[in-house]
Structure formats: C-alpha cells, structure tokens
C-alpha cells in the first residue's frame, strides 16, 4: 500500500549523491527497509554507494550481486545491503539467515526485491530509478509505511 509519493529528476551523479544525502541525516532511516527497483545500470548501486558514504561508512564498498548480501557498520548502526539478482531459491532466505536480519534493527537495503517476492517484508520506502532518453535517471519514491512517509524528502 501506497501512502505517499514523491518524484524526483537527477540530471547527473550529484544529483543522485544529494538524494542519499537528505535521505541519509533522516533519523527514521536507522530501522528502514528500503527497497530499489531499476535495470540494469539505472543507478541503484551507486545510489546505494552514495548512502552509506553519507552514513559514515569508510573503505570499500562492494555490490553484493553475488553474495546477495553485504553487511556494514556506521557508528554503531547496522546496515544490510542485500542484491536479488541472482536470488531464485526461497530456500536460501531461510538458509542464509534472512529472517533473522530483517526482524532485528538497522537499515535494510534490497536491490531487486522482485527477485525475492514472496519472502520479502514489505518496505518502508520504494525507489524506483528510471533511466531518460538523455541518461537523466528519473525517480519515484512510494512510501509504504508511516516510516516510509518520514523518508520522504
């Protein structure tokens, strides 16, 4: 369910870093499950880059497209980056500890979660990157929680 929505335009990579930077000194963000839906090269892992730059975390920062997740820790907040891609067995969310993760604190990133419909929760937040004619990425965010209406920008 939809609460509320906004859309947004980045022209360029600093207009997506801005978004992650707004986003990232909103306090409702330290127990959200965000969810980033997009193809291919639309933006979602540099998106996600920016974020956790902006939340303090230092060093690299890998995709987890193949291992679905990739756990980090920014000034005591825990955080889980979570890439779907490559996601096809249920079974691994019980396996892998999935549950477990999404019922403790901390902020929750999921990169095609359509890839693990079913066995998700749902999000606080959707982000749905649209890459335009001119490589303008064109952006909606739905809030599907009262969490997810605070994120709003």
């Known amino acids: ?4 929505s906004r859309l947004l335009r980045w022209p360029d990579e600093d207009a ?4 992650a930077q707004a986003l990232a000194a ?8 965000v969810a980033l839906h997009g193809g291919l090269g639309a933006g979602k892992t540099t998106f996600v ?11 690299r920062i890998k995709s987890p497209t ?3 997740l990739e756990p980090y820790d920014a000034q005591g907040l825990e955080i889980s980056h979570f890439d779907f891609y490559r ?4 079974r691994e969310w019980e396996d ?7 019922g403790r604190p901390g ?3 999921a990169e095609w979660p359509e890839h693990a419909a079913g066995v998700l929760p749902p999000p606080d937040l959707d982000l749905r990157i649209e890459v335009g004619e001119d490589q303008t990425r064109l952006v909606r965010l739905d809030a599907c929680s009262p969490r997810g209406v605070e994120l709003l920008p």
């Open 1 to 4: 369910m939809i609460l509320e």
């Open 16 to 19: 997506c870093a801005a978004c």
């Open 26 to 33: 909103r306090p409702a963000l330290r127990d959200a499950h």
């Open 49 to 59: 880059r920016h974020l956790l730059r902006a939340l303090g975390v230092r060093g």
């Open 66 to 68: 193949y291992t679905v």
């Open 87 to 90: 996601f096809t067995d249920p």
């Open 96 to 102: 892998a500890g999935f549950r477990e993760i999404f």
């Open 107 to 109: 902020l929750k990133l």
